[in-house]
């Protein structure tokens, strides 16, 4: 007797800390109920360190209740147990309905004294070595017993589709099957009456069980964790992840793929990847990498380098990874840098740099359709005395003004650039002189009779314009060109301002 209660206490000690330790460590399976199986281990074995020292029916019937507070919920643990470590643990409702038969079963050992339905008769044995009551089922007791050999068979079921055929994961499985058939031997042994005295042998069956288990959560833990932190990575990481076999049929996508393709969140595992993603799918013709455009939620398109690998077994290709990489922010960065370069920063019009090439090269245009060029340089007159006036801030908000002015006046072919502080040029293309004077003058009316307040003043402004012509149309001639506006420009200053001078003679 007090070998066997020894080694039972022994059993319930190992169980109980096995369930601290992996509730803590949180073991290679990442299952939040995978503890739990070791505590209802323990208070199975529990239940029979009580009926060792029942002296009657009654107490030997309450240590009965206290197993069957342990036991039942054993093989629905286990089948969460391995949906978790498969990533295909049903909604809660569906879980929590696992365990309807476990606790109908407890309430009805609980309460078989009064309703009399679960045992026909009960019967205290006792030797010295042990102690149990005997117990004769009734038929409630077998139907309620096959619910869990149903849940032993689905077990069976679903590692061998989802565990056995998967080399990362077939270790774990094979040691978790593995140890829990062990108390299952032990358990049809005893129901079918094959046990010495009818007595229950199944808790000497654990010590086994939890060996295994043991091995398998402070062995394996050590070999399997690059294959379980890889599954955690490519889960987590920022890339979209899709794999698809070497028909094209989905498999797989990680969580950064569901949310930038919502419809994959509820897709079904080989279907087609056109009849999901279209675009994705057509994106694989072209084998090298590439950039791919988006929709985005807010309206926004969003930029993507997409990438795609075989995957090979041997020399044959067995599916595709496919892999998005975000470069929206890149993209736009880039996009800003570009603008920073070609762009003037206040006035957001070409710079002086950006303005000079591509007036070169609408030159160059122009000499192959034999048409003229013309510059326009324009200065505000007494820009000076407003910075010194009013400060700087006031006279960018001048620069602004201007530049908004013009640019509503011309086309969106005319060139248009901040040559320098308070000086503007504009290029163009096929313009007769009486043209371009008639435009200039426009330009000019049109600054002056605008206003830009300024802490509550107004101040108005003008400007002055040197126009040149010419019909000479390379780049090299360019240059002259737009000495001769300046020339022309600083005509018309000195002759009073407010005023469009022109200049010929290429």
Same mark, same amino acid.
């Given at each position: 007797?007090?070998? $066997? ?56 019937? !309450? ?6 507070? +342990? ?16 990533? /295909? ?34 019967? =205290? ?18 139907? *309620? ?24 994961? /077939? ?16 358990? %049809? ?93 057509? #994106? ?34 067995? +599916? ?6 975000? %470069? ?16 003037? +920063? ?5 710079? $002086? ?14 000499? !192959? ?22 400060? $700087? ?18 086309? /969106? ?37 605008? #206003? ?16 040149? =012509? ?17 020339? !022309? *420009? ?17």
């Amino acid at each position: 007797m007090i070998l $066997h209660v020894t080694i039972l206490l022994a059993i319930v000690i190992y169980a109980i800390t096995l369930f601290v330790i992996t509730l803590i460590k949180k073991s290679v399976y990442r299952s939040p109920v995978f503890p739990f199986m070791f505590l209802a281990l323990a208070v199975y074995v529990l239940g029979f360190v009580f009926e060792a020292f029942a002296s009657n029916i009654a107490q030997g019937y !309450a240590s009965v209740i206290v197993k069957y507070f +342990g036991i039942p919920y054993v093989t629905p643990l286990l089948l969460l147990t391995l949906l978790d470590y498969y990533n /295909r643990r049903p909604k809660l409702p569906i879980s929590m309905l696992l365990f309807l038969p476990p606790v109908v079963t407890t309430i009805l050992v609980a309460t078989w004294p009064v309703n009399g339905i679960y045992y026909s008769r009960a019967t =205290l044995v006792s030797n010295e070595f042990f102690t149990q009551l005997q117990i004769q089922p009734t038929t409630t007791y077998f139907v *309620l017993l096959s619910y869990s050999y149903i849940l032993y068979v689905t077990i069976f079921i679903v590692a061998v589709k989802f565990g056995l055929g998967n080399p990362v994961r /077939r270790k774990n499985t094979t040691i978790i099957l593995l140890a829990m058939i062990i108390p299952v031997i032990f358990n %049809i042994v005893y129901v079918l009456g094959w046990t010495p005295y009818g007595l229950d042998f199944q808790p000497y069956a654990f010590p086994f069980t939890l060996m295994i288990l043991s091995y398998s959560i402070f062995r394996l833990d050590a070999l399997d964790i690059l294959p379980q932190a890889k599954e955690l990575f490519l889960e987590n990481m920022d890339d979209a992840l899709i794999v698809i076999d070497r028909k094209r049929w989905y498999i797989y996508s990680n969580n950064a793929a569901k949310k930038l393709f919502p419809v994959l969140q509820n897709a079904d595992e080989e279907v087609p990847l056109a009849n999901l993603l279209p675009a994705v799918d057509e #994106s694989m013709k072209i084998e090298a990498g590439h950039e791919i455009e988006l929709p985005g939620e807010d309206g926004r398109d969003l930029y993507y380098y997409f990438t795609q690998k075989h995957i090979a077994h041997k020399t044959k290709t067995v +599916g595709y990874c496919l892999m998005l990489h975000d %470069i929206t922010e890149d993209k736009n960065k880039i996009e800003k840098l570009q603008a920073d370069a070609e762009y003037d +920063g206040l006035t957001k019009i070409y710079n $002086h740099n950006t303005f000079n090439e591509l007036a070169k090269g609408s030159m160059q245009i122009a000499g !192959a359709e034999h048409v003229n060029s013309c510059v326009f340089y324009i200065d505000l007159d007494h820009f000076k005395d407003i910075n010194d006036t009013y400060g $700087h801030l006031c006279g960018d908000m001048v620069l602004q003004k201007v530049t908004e002015t013009i640019k509503k006046i011309l086309r /969106r072919s005319d060139l248009f650039g901040r040559l320098g502080g308070d000086e503007f040029g504009i290029f163009f293309m096929n313009i007769t002189e009486d043209a371009a004077l008639g435009l200039a003058e426009k330009i000019r009316e049109s600054v002056s009779e605008v #206003s830009t307040i300024y802490q509550g003043i107004t101040i108005k402004t003008t400007i002055s314009v040197g126009v040149a =012509l010419s019909e000479k149309q390379s780049p090299q001639f360019y240059e002259k060109l737009l000495e001769n506006a300046d020339l !022309a *420009l600083y005509k018309a200053k000195r002759r009073g301002r407010n005023r469009v001078e022109v200049w010929m003679g290429m």
